[in-house]
């Protein structure tokens, strides 16, 4: 069974400051990982998704992630935090079989960027 | 990016009444749609995923004869919320994936909020 893990609720950074949320997954088979990003009272956006091709994955509004096997960890990073990047992100994992090719979500983090 | 549109986007309604929400594929065809629950401060909960043209499988503990999801076209799926309690008050969200393979993105719709008095 996949599961995923986001350590840590809450995260407050200074706007320019780094940006990292980390997130641990399980996963019996290769995953296929995922992070969202979900803003009041709204559907998630994709932010990135690893597909098994490069460790590091580049995404959308300059975050990216890598995919470390050793760790079982695909943490989120952004070198220079905005207060636009105040949000709610979802870190999720699909099996590549098995599980319905169902997503599984983490219990999110809650992003909060200060002056 | 694909859009996947949800209607209503907030609804309130009396105990005991059914609740219907629509989820729409505006761009693509969507073989398979997923409908999720969202409590406050709270991560997604998969209910079920619908196949279209064939009867929704949903998560354990889901009320299949409470929650009724029709996914009639590649392009529609509806969740029912039938005999409707204030328990059910929740924001639900649904997904669209064009194909079957698990890195094919789910595209999300924007939530419906329901209110059950």
């Known amino acids: 069974a996949q599961s995923v893990t986001q350590l840590g609720s809450h995260v407050s950074v200074s706007e320019g400051a780094l940006v990292l949320l980390r997130c641990n997954y399980s996963?019996?088979?290769?995953?296929?990982l995922f992070w969202y990003v979900q803003y009041p009272n709204q559907g998630l956006q994709l932010l990135l998704k690893?597909?098994?091709?490069?460790?590091l994955v580049k995404g959308i509004n300059g975050f990216e992630a890598e995919f470390k096997k050793s760790e079982t960890s695909f943490h989120l990073t952004k070198p220079s935090a905005h207060m636009s990047d105040a949000a709610e992100y979802f870190c999720?994992?699909?099996?590549?079989?098995?599980?319905?090719?169902?997503?599984?979500f983490g219990t999110g983090t809650q992003l909060k960027v200060e002056l | 990016g694909a859009v996947v549109s949800q209607h209503p986007s907030r609804v309130i309604c009396k105990s005991g009444t059914s609740v219907k929400i629509e989820c729409r594929s505006l761009d693509f065809q969507a073989t398979t749609m997923f409908w999720y629950r969202q409590f406050p401060k709270q991560s997604l909960m998969l209910m079920a995923t619908s196949n279209e043209g064939s009867k929704a499988t949903y998560e354990q503990g889901v009320e299949k004869d409470k929650f009724l999801i029709n996914h009639a076209s590649l392009t529609l799926s509806t969740l029912t919320v039938t005999s409707a309690h204030p328990e059910d008050s929740s924001f639900y969200i649904c997904s669209a994936r064009g194909g079957l393979a698990s890195y094919n993105e789910q595209f999300f719709g924007p939530g419906t909020r329901l209110t059950v008095l």
């Open positions: 999720a994992v699909s099996e590549i079989t098995g599980g319905g090719n169902k997503l599984t």
């Open positions: 996963s019996s088979v290769p995953p296929y």
């Open positions: 690893y597909t098994s091709a490069a460790t």
